[in-house]
């Protein structure tokens, strides 16, 4: 049950890691910034956390495919 919830949920996280560097790139071609104070943060640092955030989480619903892909074959095509 784990290697479904895994296979349903990888794509996804790639999908959405794949959106977030486009929505990265374009606001630092833009130079988008925050306009919320007189600071004006440019907000492309923080779009940069939520790319490797997602992406790293990506990487790790990868790891758990493969372990549980492994787990199954070791264990003769049975669940355990």
């Known amino acids: 049950i784990d290697l ?3 296979t349903v949920m990888l794509p996804l996280l790639i999908w959405l890691s794949y959106q977030m ?3 990265l790139v374009d606001g630092y071609s833009s130079g988008e ?3 919320q104070s ?8 923080f779009r940069v956390v ?3 955030a997602f992406t790293l989480f990506a ?3 990868l790891a758990e495919v493969l372990k549980s892909v492994r787990r199954f074959n070791l264990n003769g ?3 355990a």
């Open 4 to 6: 479904v919830g895994y």
């Open 21 to 23: 560097y486009h929505y």
């Open 33 to 35: 910034t925050s306009g």
């Open 38 to 45: 007189a600071l004006n943060l440019p907000v492309w640092p």
């Open 50 to 52: 939520f790319l490797v």
């Open 59 to 61: 990487l790790q619903v």
């Open 77 to 79: 095509g049975t669940a």
